[in-house]
């Protein structure tokens, strides 16, 4: 009876991995590329419609559509999340109910009295984070007072001083070069309907006198708090020289940087700050930059029926190498569609263009991909190593010196702790995230295993031994940062499951013993988080150390993430892959393939949330074709890096 179940289950299995094959290959571009929806929270969607209030230069058709899909994410409790389910988030609503009554929504409507009194339960609009109060300073919704001080002189400070803007993350970077200047003009927003929001606030915001917090609540906060108020004396008396220089050094790092049709840096709250800056020194709408980075923003809108959502970015390069190395999983080693990614993929590579990532590493030789269509100045190596992986298995001999410089580049930009951050190396000024501007606690881009993972199984797929220094370090690294519990932490993904499943596919790489006690602990753990349905899930809410346990659903993405993971610890005959299998077997599919219902990414976190709509389109895929694989096969062991 249990060999004629494990039949059925094969056969089933070789059925939907066909039919999910036949299904991803339909979503592939002429080019042959792969993109899906990349969605966030409320917030992004708000901050387009206040951009276009700021400006005058309202689209209304497409307000309408925000409004509408603002409306639909509106919580039970009255106000916006930052996921599916997730508690009330201050900030969102905050910019939500704002963009609704920018757009037109009456206060006195239902879900806007809801969204109101959610505000006043959490203590106000004053109590919202730093980039909401600088959002509502600009419409005069606050005093500037209610931001921290943000000089631009910031921009002549030499490299070795404790602030310097290559010491943050590309991220904050890209978003606080304009801000600073818009925190030197202070524009005011045209706001052309006059909109406020005072019925936010519980106290008058003139008469607020408690709007900067210390972030961390250390003495080093308060430090810096002190050291807020003494730039804020000295902010008002600038003279005029060295700031008209400080915005001009602040102008030419964003011009720079624009990046075209795909904006500064290639995320929404940068290039809306760059449009904002250009606004407020007087370009005209006929100025080209100006106008390239309006069609920027206007590359992120994605419109479904009513509504339509803005993207935070586009994830073109990260979705077409995941996609690739799942179809190749699932047998289309050596078809056209494989051809046609990986030319794509080459075609992508940033090789002629030193970036920001050049302070850290300025003997380093460009050679990194970026996440996006275009980010000349930032590629990552979490996608360059999940390129390079997917070039690698291509065997396209075209490929091999696009693989050799992707490799030197990651080689140059491990960090010092045998980590790799994203976009840069050794990003870790850890003193800078208790001042007062970095409330949001993602001012950085420390190493993370994730990452760290990615770099070291990309470096054994493509032939490099165990014992190769970066390698070495890389292992020892991902050692080090195992969860007590035998874990890992996902820094891009939601979390654990995605943490653990990159680091036992590397070390599974390196050649480590599945019986060894940290890939033990490591199997123990995702045994036991196996829920009775067979799947795997975790929510967004478990990066909040005290939440980390929390579930709501299994979900196909993580459940892949789990049964990947399991298959690289050596557990293919295990029951609880058997289980996972049968999880993905039995979820329902349209057109052959999966859907998240929740959120399963994070871009900061407890602080921004992400959903790849693509997880669920090739993640499954890839879990199910690689069981099939090792069960017709009779391996226990994975042949890859990832």
């Known amino acids: 009876m249990g060999s004629m179940r494990s039949t059925d289950m094969t056969e089933q299995t070789d059925l939907i991995?066909?039919?999910?094959?036949?299904?991803?290959?339909?979503?592939?571009?002429?080019?042959?590329?792969?993109?899906?929806?990349?969605?966030?929270?409320?917030?992004?969607?708000?901050?387009?419609?206040?951009?276009e209030h700021f400006l005058d230069d309202i689209d209304a058709d497409m307000q309408r559509r925000l409004a509408n899909y603002l409306r639909r994410t509106q919580g039970s409790h009255g106000g916006w999340s930052l996921f599916q389910g997730g508690d009330i988030d201050l900030s969102a609503t905050v910019k939500a109910y704002y963009a609704l009554k920018l757009v037109g929504d009456d206060p006195k409507a239902t879900h806007m009295?809801?969204?109101?009194?959610?505000?006043?339960?959490?203590?106000?609009?004053?109590?919202?984070?730093?980039?909401?109060?600088?959002?509502?300073?600009?419409?005069?919704?606050?005093?500037?007072r209610a931001v921290p001080t943000m000089p631009v002189e910031l921009m002549h400070l030499p490299r070795w001083f404790p602030f310097h803007i290559s010491k943050v993350s590309y991220w904050s970077r890209t978003v606080m070069v304009p801000l600073v200047v818009l925190a030197a003009l202070k524009p005011r927003a045209k706001n052309p309907r006059d909109i406020h929001i005072r019925e936010l606030f519980v106290t008058d915001p003139l008469e607020e006198r408690h709007y900067l917090r210390n972030p961390?609540?250390?003495?080093?906060?308060?430090?810096?708090?002190?050291?807020?108020?003494?730039?804020?004396?000295?902010?008002?008396r600038m003279p005029a020289g060295p700031r008209r220089r400080a915005i001009d050094k602040a102008m030419n790092f964003t011009r720079t940087r624009l990046n075209g049709e795909d904006g500064l840096g290639g995320i929404f709250p940068a290039i809306a700050n760059s449009i904002m800056a250009l606004d407020a020194l007087g370009a005209s709408r006929n100025d080209p930059e100006y106008a390239t980075a309006r069609r920027a923003v206007r590359k992120l809108l994605l419109v479904n029926n009513g509504d339509a959502m803005c993207q935070p970015c586009l994830s073109p390069v990260w979705d077409t190498a995941?996609?690739?190395?799942?179809?190749?999983?699932?047998?289309?080693?050596?078809?056209?569609?494989?051809?046609?990614?990986?030319?794509?993929?080459?075609?992508?590579?940033?090789?002629?263009v030193v970036g920001?990532?050049?302070?850290?590493?300025?003997?380093?030789?460009?050679?990194?991909?970026?996440?996006?269509?275009?980010?000349?100045?930032?590629?990552?190596?979490?996608d360059s190593a999940a390129v390079i992986m997917a070039l690698k298995r291509s065997g396209d001999p075209e490929c091999e010196e696009s693989i050799r410089r992707g490799i030197d580049w990651i080689l140059g930009m491990q960090s010092k702790n045998g980590g790799w951050g994203s976009f840069d190396a050794d990003n870790t000024h850890y003193i800078l995230n208790h001042i007062p501007f970095a409330d949001h606690g993602a001012l950085l881009d420390p190493p993370t295993a994730d990452v760290s993972a990615r770099c070291v199984g990309m470096l054994?797929?493509?032939?490099?031994?165990r014992d190769h220094p970066a390698v070495r370090r890389g292992i020892e690294f991902l050692r080090d940062e195992q969860e007590d519990d035998g874990s890992w932490f996902g820094r891009w993904g939601t979390n654990y499951i995605y943490g653990t499943w990159s680091v036992l596919s590397a070390l599974n790489a390196v050649g480590d013993d599945p019986q060894s006690p940290h890939m033990r602990k490591a199997v123990e753990w995702l045994k036991s988080h196996q829920h009775a349905d067979g799947g795997w899930g975790e929510d967004c809410s478990s990066y909040w150390p005290e939440r980390r346990g929390e579930v709501k659903e299994s979900t196909p993405t993580q459940t892949a993430w789990a049964l990947l993971a399991l298959m690289a610890a050596g557990e293919v005959e295990s029951d609880a892959v058997a289980r996972g299998v049968g999880y993905l077997n039995a979820q329902p599919r349209d057109d052959?393939?999966?859907?998240?219902?929740?959120?399963?990414?994070?871009?900061?976190?407890?602080?921004?949330?992400l959903k790849y709509h693509g997880y669920a389109s090739y993640f499954p895929l890839w879990a199910l074709a690689r069981y099939r694989n090792l069960r017709k096969s009779g391996a226990t062991r994975v042949p890859h890096g990832i």
């Open 356 to 382: 920001d990532w050049a302070d850290a590493r300025p003997d380093t030789p460009p050679g990194g991909w970026p996440f996006q269509y275009a980010n000349d100045f930032y590629p990552d190596t979490d």
């Open 216 to 236: 961390t609540g250390s003495l080093v906060g308060e430090a810096f708090l002190t050291v807020d108020r003494a730039l804020r004396w000295a902010d008002t």
């Open 460 to 465: 054994s797929e493509c032939g490099f031994d």
């Open 113 to 144: 009295r809801r969204a109101h009194d959610a505000v006043h339960a959490l203590g106000g609009a004053a109590r919202a984070n730093v980039f909401t109060r600088f959002s509502l300073a600009l419409f005069g919704q606050v005093p500037w």
């Open 592 to 609: 052959g393939l999966w859907t998240d219902r929740l959120y399963n990414a994070v871009g900061f976190p407890r602080v921004f949330y």
């Open 17 to 51: 991995v066909d039919e999910a094959r036949r299904g991803l290959l339909t979503m592939q571009a002429p080019d042959g590329h792969f993109v899906f929806p990349l969605e966030a929270d409320a917030t992004i969607p708000a901050e387009c419609i206040l951009l």
């Open 322 to 352: 995941l996609a690739a190395l799942a179809l190749m999983e699932a047998g289309e080693q050596d078809s056209p569609a494989i051809g046609q990614a990986a030319r794509w993929l080459v075609g992508r590579q940033i090789t002629d």
